[in-house]
Structures are given as C-alpha cells and as structure tokens.
C-alpha cells in the first residue's frame, strides 16, 4: 500500500515526499521532470517519468505499486504566463487532473489530496479570506485549479471518490533537505538570480492600493505546508471526511518591499530594489484564513518570514554551488 504524489520531483512535491516518508508512509512519484529535477526524489523512492495525461501508464503503476490514495501537485504554476499561453496551462491543469482521475478510476484508487492555489480567488473585496470567499480567478491558472477542484467534487459525486483540495497561498522557504524552489517566475528565487548576477531585484508594481503601493501576499513555509498534506492523506486513509478546500494560508498579510527588506538582512546585500510596471494577473493583496486547516488538518505556521528567507536563501545558494 502506497500514496502516489504526482509532481514529487518538484518543489512542494518533494518536501511533501519527505514528509510522508518521515511519518512512515510508503511513496511513490510521478513527474515528467518537465519542471522538476530528478534528484529532488530520493533513490530508493519508486519514480516513474510520465505525463499525466498518460492514462494507461499512470493506471499500471497505481496497480502495480498498490496505491491507496494520491497527492496531485503535478501542474502549471505560473498564473502571469498563463494569461498569455492558456492552453499549455488547461492542458496540465485540467485535462492533466482529468486524465490522473481517469486513470484513479480504472486502478480503483479512491483517495486524493489536490494542490489548489490562492488564485481561485482573484481579487477577493474581504480582508481575510476564507473558504466562503467567493471564487473568482482572475487567470487562466486561476481558472484551471478551480475546475482541477470541480472535477475532483463531480468524481466525488459520481463514484465515492474522496477528497480534499488544499489552497496553497504563497509557498516559500526550504525544509532540511534544502530543496530550492527553482521557479523563473517566483518572488524568492527572483530576487536570488538577481542577487546573484549583481543586478538590483525587481518590483513588479508599487501602485497597488497597499499600504506601501506592493503587492501584499501570505507567505508559508513548505515544510508547514508538507506537513499538512500528510495529514490529509493519513485522515482521507481512516476514512474520516474532510472539507472540499481548505485555506493553507497564515492570516498575515508581507508585503513584496517587506520581503525585500527582509532579504537584505538575511543576504547581508544592500540593495534598492528596480520599480517596474505591474505584471498581468497578479492581484493586489491575497490573505488567507486558515482556521478550518488548523482544526482539521494540524495546520500551523511554525515558521517566520524571516525563517522561510534565510532557509530559502540557504537551499539557493547549494543550488547555485
Ligand atoms: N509554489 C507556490 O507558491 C504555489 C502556490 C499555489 C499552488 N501551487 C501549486 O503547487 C503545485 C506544485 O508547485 P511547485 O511550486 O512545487 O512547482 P514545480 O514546478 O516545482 O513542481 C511541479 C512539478 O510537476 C511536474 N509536472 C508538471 N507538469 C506535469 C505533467 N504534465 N505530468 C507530470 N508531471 C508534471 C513538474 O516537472 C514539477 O516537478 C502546482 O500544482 C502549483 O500550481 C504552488
């Protein structure tokens, strides 16, 4: 008996890899590594490297490895290039989420935790956000996670699956394995590069009606974020019912010239950050309440901001090495 985390060779997927292992719990991973890195996966861990969309291969490993349930971080994550290639993002998101169900279907595999974003929410009008915050993406990726999760409740529905959608707010920081979030797109890793390359980082947008014109958003540390998935599983596994979506997200609202600063203490680089226009599908402030996670799923945020950039700033530079 198995879980399957597709996408464990990525950044979240493989710290939730490691969490499950550290609870005892037997895994396997599924990634085409089109995003991922084949040595995010420990080598006793069985990996195949495929596509989601492959039914055929996805439905013989699930038999073959006796999968009980499966955690599907497998996606397309960056909602700023979704808008300008929305097929590529359906494709993953959707049809990708689609065809794993298909494959769940026919392996008779009746468990899934789904990587949901913050995005489902667009621009929400609350200062907290909580699950009864309306929907409204205001991306293609936005879009393709809300339908991943409707495709997820119509299963339900249709055949008994069981399930969870979990709606991550901004992951950052490293666990002890210091597995770096390799994104071209993503704050952290942004700021590194340019660090790194002896450029000033950018802000994207700072006429943002925020208290310092940036972006404001909720950051958490991955391994909390890890930690939270085994839960889920290990509830789905009991047979306990679990909430369609949960919020993963801290009640804390940081603002990106807060990150900054804070990334000057940790890096001990000074710099002025580069103002430069807002990019297209990034909303003005994201805040999540993560009450129902912290009474359903052990969710707790056991890190600081400035925890999650000086173990981000540590998994990046043995990348970099
Ligand atoms: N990083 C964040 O802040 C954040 C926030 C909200 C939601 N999410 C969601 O969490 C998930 C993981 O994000 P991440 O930051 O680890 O990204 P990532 O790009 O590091 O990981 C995604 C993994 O999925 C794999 N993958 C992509 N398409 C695939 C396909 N068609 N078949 C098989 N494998 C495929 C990639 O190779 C990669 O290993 C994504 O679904 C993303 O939408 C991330």
Redesign the pocket.
């Known amino acids: 008996m198995s879980w399957l985390v ?2 464990g ?5 493989a710290h939730v890899v490691n969490a499950l292992r550290a609870q005892g719990m037997p895994v396997t991973v ?7 890195h084949r040595d995010y996966v420990p080598v006793d861990v069985p990996f195949l490297e495929a ?3 492959d039914i055929q291969a996805l439905r013989e490993w699930m038999r073959t490895h006796a999968v009980v349930g499966v955690i599907h ?5 960056y909602a700023g290039v979704s808008v300008k290639e929305p097929l590529r993002t359906y494709r ?1 998101n959707v049809e ?1 989420t689609a065809h794993l169900l298909q494959a769940m279907q026919e392996a008779d595999v009746e468990r899934i935790v789904f ?1 949901s ?2 995005a489902t929410y667009g621009t929400p009008s609350e200062e907290v956000v909580t699950e009864q915050t309306r929907t409204s993406p205001e991306s293609p990726y936005g879009e393709s ?1 809300l339908i991943g999760e409707w495709l997820l409740a119509a299963q339900g529905r249709a055949t008994g699956l069981v399930h969870t959608s979990l709606r ?1 707010f ?2 950052v920081g490293s666990g002890e394995a210091l597995l770096a ?1 390799t ?1 071209p797109h ?1 704050l952290f890793p942004l700021v590194f590069r340019a660090l790194e390359e002896g450029r000033a980082p950018v802000i994207f947008g700072d006429d943002y009606p925020t208290p310092d014109g940036t972006c404001v958003r909720d950051y958490i540390h991955v391994q909390d974020l890890a930690e939270a998935h085994v839960v889920a599983a290990q509830r789905l596994q009991a047979g306990d019912q679990l909430q369609p979506v949960y919020n993963l997200g801290s009640g804390d609202g940081t603002s990106v010239r807060q990150i900054m600063d804070a990334m000057r203490k940790v890096t001990g680089q000074d710099f002025e950050p580069e103002v430069r226009e807002r990019r297209p599908g990034d909303p003005a402030r994201i805040v999540a309440d993560g009450s129902a996670a912290a009474a359903d799923l052990d969710w707790r945020m056991r890190h600081s901001v400035e925890q999650m950039v000086e173990s981000a700033w540590r998994a990046a530079k043995r990348i970099q090495a």
């Open positions: 597709t996408g060779a990525g950044y979240i997927g599924v990634d085409d590594l089109s995003s991922g596509d989601i969309n971080i497998a996606g397309f994550k993953t990708g990587s974003s913050a996670k991550y901004n992951v979030d994104s993503n």
